[in-house]
């Protein structure tokens, strides 16, 4: 495990945020919605990246690693 814990480092997170709002609508009444879908994507990577985290932790451990 990482020395920060589960999920996506903060500096990959931000990374991935600067990339997603290069999409940033141009139309003020898309902005709420943008930023709906914008939160539900860094929280499903995020999500994912701590199933794929938790996965190798539970397989290590079958193997008497921990």
């Given amino acids: 495990m990482d020395e920060h814990g589960y999920g996506i480092p903060l ?7 600067s990339w997603q709002l290069r ?15 914008l939160i ?14 938790l996965a190798g932790h539970e397989a290590a451990e079958a193997e008497g690693g921990y």
């Fill in 40 to 53: 539900v994507t860094m929280i499903a990577k995020n999500n994912a990246a701590i199933t794929r985290q």
């Fill in 11 to 17: 500096h990959e997170l931000e990374r991935e945020l």
């Fill in 23 to 37: 999409k940033m609508p141009a139309d003020p009444a898309k902005t709420a919605a943008f930023l709906g879908d």
